[in-house]
């Protein structure tokens, strides 16, 4: 079966990949181009832990087909750090104990940041509602609520203050 | 992974593509297509999709609004002209699902998903193909009672009649899970009233059949009658004759029918949502 080139902009590096017809981006993220932050959870979209930007929408990797991405940008939680220096929601993550086995925190830490980069200042009930479709297996939701909502405030208050 | 993938720009073309292959599925926001590709469904070995943009198209006029097959739920509820529907849109999964999954293909998603089909068919939606002329499509009912033979069909939009009175459409989602779950079933009700009684009820549920039903039972004993305590408790009684609710890993049969008349009885006492 044919390769296809496939051509996007991943945490602000451009890729340029060739790729099984049907393939999808998360696969193509994992083993095409080396970022394994994204996880495989459930390929069906009921998990959320493959959760990616694409053009600063949160969207699921493993329902997206690879191709549909060309010439788009994609962000990961790889993309989140500036080298050594943290995310505000990574630090904020850290702090307040948000990943126990870790295997969600990418899907929420990008469904955080689609959130944050729409609403600097959201309320208790906006972050329940933007991590709805992301499941915490070890049920940890409190830290990570808590800890969305403190980056919040940090990177608020960083920008403003 | 076996699948061809082909792309066009125009959406008649690949309407006669999809209409030529027995092995073909048309791609929407991918939440339907690519889980059965990511679990090696052998039913299919083509994709089908389409990169023209009319299908993202919303358009409102006085009477009726026409939206576009590609349009996603989150642009259904950023959208001024869909306000009565955004509640619906809002119920269907999360942040990155509501960023993918279609109005066109909510139409085919499999019990128990399916709840924006649900609403349009309370609505009395009709469901417009390539090829056919918008709002002169197939009543949704039609559409949705030959589900099976119209996957061949590329829909290209669906035409709402705009509810004069938005406080006549009602809708509940019950879950199990929350704050956000698959159905245990849904309910959308548009309830327009005529010198204080309900004149045309149209009563939908979503997961209590193959595809969205109408409760016409329900809407038989809501026509013609003040929307009272009276009343309601006759249409709870009804609730589910006629119907044969799914078994399923959220719920079975025999729970679907002992709670669907109280979940109706709900929606229907509650003065505005």
């Known amino acids: 079966m044919a390769k296809k080139p496939l051509q996007f902009r991943l945490n602000g590096a451009e890729k340029a990949v060739f790729v099984d017809e049907g393939q999808n981006l998360l696969d193509v993220l994992r083993r095409g181009v080396g970022d394994l932050t994204p996880k495989y959870g459930c390929g069906q979209g009921a998990c959320g832990t493959c959760t990616v930007l694409i053009d600063g929408e949160p969207q699921l990797s493993c329902l997206t087909l690879a191709e549909t991405v060309d010439g788009r940008t994609v962000t990961t939680a790889g993309g989140l750090a500036d080298g050594n220096r943290l995310h505000p929601l990574q630090t904020a993550f850290m702090e307040n104990f948000a990943a126990q086995c870790g295997y969600c925190t990418p899907g929420m830490l990008m469904a955080a940041k689609a959130l944050l980069d729409r609403n600097p200042s959201p309320s208790r009930q906006d972050v329940v509602e933007a991590i709805a479709g992301n499941i915490c297996r070890c049920t940890g939701y409190e830290p990570i609520i808590n800890a969305i909502l403190e980056a919040a405030r940090t990177h608020n208050s960083r920008q403003y203050g | ?273």
């Open chain 2, 1 to 273: 992974m076996p699948v061809r993938v082909e792309t066009y720009d125009r959406l008649e073309d690949a309407a006669r593509a999809l209409a030529a292959s027995r092995s073909a599925r048309y791609l929407g926001g991918g939440t339907l297509v690519m889980r059965a590709v990511n679990e090696a469904d052998q039913s299919f070995d083509t994709i089908i999709r389409v990169r023209d943009a009319a299908l993202r198209d919303v358009r409102a006029e006085s009477e009726r609004v026409v939206i576009g097959a590609g349009v996603t739920m989150a642009a259904v509820i950023a959208h001024r002209d869909l306000a009565f529907l955004a509640p619906v849109a809002r119920a269907v999964g999360g942040p990155a699902i509501r960023t993918m999954a279609t109005v066109g293909g909510n139409l085919f998603a499999a019990s128990p998903y399916g709840d924006f089909a649900a609403a349009l068919l309370a609505l009395g939606a009709t469901v417009d193909v390539a090829g056919g002329a918008a709002g002169r499509g197939v009543a949704i009912e039609d559409f949705l009672r030959d589900r099976e033979r119209n996957a061949g069909l590329l829909v290209r939009s669906v035409t709402v009649p705009r509810p004069r009175d938005p406080a006549a459409f009602r809708f509940l989602k019950v879950t199990r899970v929350k704050p956000k779950g698959v159905s245990v079933m849904s309910i959308a009700a548009w309830l327009p009233q005529s010198g204080g009684r309900v004149a045309g009820a149209r009563i939908a549920y979503g997961a209590m059949g193959p595809a969205p039903v109408r409760a016409v039972h329900v809407e038989r004993v809501l026509d013609g009658q003040p929307l009272d305590a009276a009343t309601i408790e006759r249409a709870a009684a009804v609730a589910t004759e006629g119907l044969d609710p799914p078994t399923d890993a959220l719920a079975s049969s025999w729970y679907r029918r002992q709670v669907a008349g109280v979940h109706l009885k709900r929606l229907l006492t509650a003065e505005r949502r």
